[in-house]
């Protein structure tokens, strides 16, 4: 991650991932060792940067509860986006996860469809165990999270084979598949922590914009990654035409030769197709457009918390470690590498 990520705010990260990785552990422990949990043990077990869960505990840290108060709903959040990733690798032929093969290339197709179907359910009994009093608010907010990332995926599909999508409904698709699950993290850790709702409505929409920047540098990463770090098939965006920022952009942008030379590419996965994508990307400057993009994503995610700053600053008042990362996440997060 760049090095405009405070010191601060990669030691909370990193004390967050402790204790989540400790409570993850231990929850898995409730499953048996058979076929079914094995893929479930092996994604989970991968790692991956565990930024949902180290939110929801931030989130609550920062509204005055103690990080183990989050735990059900952190396990809640990071068991459901597995779960997501499961099926989304299945939808996108996707071979690589977290630097190894995805579940159905280890496994195979039906093996991912029903461990994921296994881990969605694991994901809501690890929230049965949040406090009865908060219980009936975080499921409200779990399954309408739930719902959405499926409207969001449904749409990712279907933009596949239409070339008219536009920025606005790419704004949109991205909202549902990727930013609600980051703001439903940040919203679930407040409530777990006792903040009131101005606090976590703004906790809520800056996730919001921060899932937004997550999500346009995944586009990015997807293109102009580097295989060595990413984790992921870099060009799989590409040779599946996602309707991504970059390739919505360098529809619109593209004229003459340009637009030629891009039109002949999609609907095909041609030998050599990536590297001649790429080059049109950078040729209309696409490239330079996302990362404003996402630019515009961080400033609207801190305008969130100033403005509730100002309304009550009274407001996240908790520890200085969960202030510090609510504060270095949008940079870590449009500096990330995988
Ligand atoms: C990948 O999420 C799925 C997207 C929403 C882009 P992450 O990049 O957070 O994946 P891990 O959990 O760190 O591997
Ligand atoms: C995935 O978006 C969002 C969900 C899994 C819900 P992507 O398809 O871009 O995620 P990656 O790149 O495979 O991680
Ligand atoms: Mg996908
Ligand atoms: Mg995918
Ligand atoms: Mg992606």
Redesign the pocket.
Request: aromatic fraction near 6%; hydrophobic fraction near 20%; glycine fraction near 14%.
């Given at each position: 991650m760049g090095d405009s990520v405070t010191f601060d705010a990669r030691t909370a990260m990193a004390t967050y991932r402790t204790a989540f990785e400790n409570g993850c552990s231990q929850f898995l422990t409730r499953y048996p060792e058979t076929e079914l949990y094995a893929p479930v043990r092996y994604l989970m077990g991968l790692g991956?940067?565990?930024?949902?869960p180290v939110l929801v505990m931030a989130a609550c840290e920062a509204s005055g509860g103690r990080p183990q108060d989050a735990l059900p709903a952190a396990l809640a959040v990071e068991l459901f986006?597995n779960f997501t990733?499961m099926h989304d690798d299945i939808m996108d032929d996707a071979p690589l996860?977290?630097g190894k093969p995805t579940v159905h290339e280890k496994w195979d197709n039906n093996t991912a469809i029903l461990s994921g179907d296994a881990l969605h359910v694991m994901a809501c009994e690890a929230l049965l165990d949040a406090p009865d009093k908060a219980l009936p608010d975080l499921l409200r907010t779990y399954h309408r999270t739930a719902l959405e990332v499926c409207e969001g995926q449904e749409q990712d599909m279907a933009f596949e084979s239409r070339n008219d999508v536009s920025i606005d409904e790419y704004m949109e698709m991205i909202r549902l598949?990727?930013s609600v699950l980051l703001a439903a993290a940040l919203d679930m850790g407040g409530k777990s922590g006792g903040a009131d709702a101005d606090a976590r409505e703004a906790l809520y929409e800056f996730g919001l914009h921060v899932g937004l920047a997550?999500?346009l540098q995944?586009d990015y990463l997807d293109a102009f990654g580097n295989p060595e770090n990413f984790?992921k098939q870099v060009g799989g965006d590409i040779l599946a035409d996602k309707k991504t920022f970059l390739l919505i952009r360098a529809l619109e942008k593209a004229h003459g030769e340009t637009a030629v030379a891009l039109d002949r590419e999609l609907g095909r996965r041609s030998e050599g197709k990536v590297d001649r994508v790429l080059h049109l990307y950078r040729q209309l400057g696409v490239d330079a457009e996302l990362r404003d993009a996402m630019a515009g994503q961080v400033a609207l995610a801190e305008g969130s918390l100033a403005r509730l700053k100002a309304k009550n600053p009274n407001a996240l008042a908790g520890s200085q470690a969960a202030l510090a990362l609510l504060h270095g996440v949008a940079a870590m997060v449009t500096a990330r590498l995988s």
């Open positions: 991956g940067k565990r930024l949902r986006h990733l996860r977290r598949k990727t997550f999500q995944d984790g």
